[in-house]
């Protein structure tokens, strides 16, 4: 029989490492490729400066953004990478939850999950469903 490995604090903390790296790795990564498209399709445009041009809605919604990803928008894909930013510290956070849970540390996982229902009620509770 296979011994089952129990997760240790160690284990859990090179996990939420892990996830920060790579999610700043991969959000920059995102955004340069969509810089890059950018400049492709509009480096060659001469701005101007006379009319001012708020942004579209299609940039401030998560619905807008993953309908530009579908038409192959570089503004888009520049937005995604903001939003996968945005989300890796949300990550460590469910991340130190489910740590805390783990070890049965009930004082932590309140206070985890009060600071994560804040952020997450910030972030969505403006939104008109």
């Known amino acids: 029989m296979e011994k089952i490995k129990k997760v240790t604090d160690r284990d859990i903390q090179q996990l939420i490492g892990q ?6 790795l991969i959000s920059g990564a995102v955004a340069i490729i969509g810089g890059i498209w950018y400049l492709f ?8 400066y006379t009319t001012f041009n708020g942004e ?12 530009g990803l579908g038409q192959g928008s570089a503004t888009e894909i520049i937005q995604l990478g903001v939003v996968i930013l945005i989300a890796t510290p949300i990550l460590r956070i469910v991340f130190s939850l489910l740590a805390f849970i783990l070890e049965k540390d009930k004082l932590y996982v309140l206070i985890t999950l009060i600071v994560l229902s804040i952020i997450l009620f910030s972030m969505f509770g403006g939104l008109k469903i």
């Open 19 to 24: 996830v920060l790296r790579y999610g700043v």
């Open 41 to 48: 399709q509009h480096g060659s445009a001469i701005p101007h």
């Open 56 to 67: 579209p809605a299609g940039y401030t919604s998560l619905n807008g953004i993953l309908k």
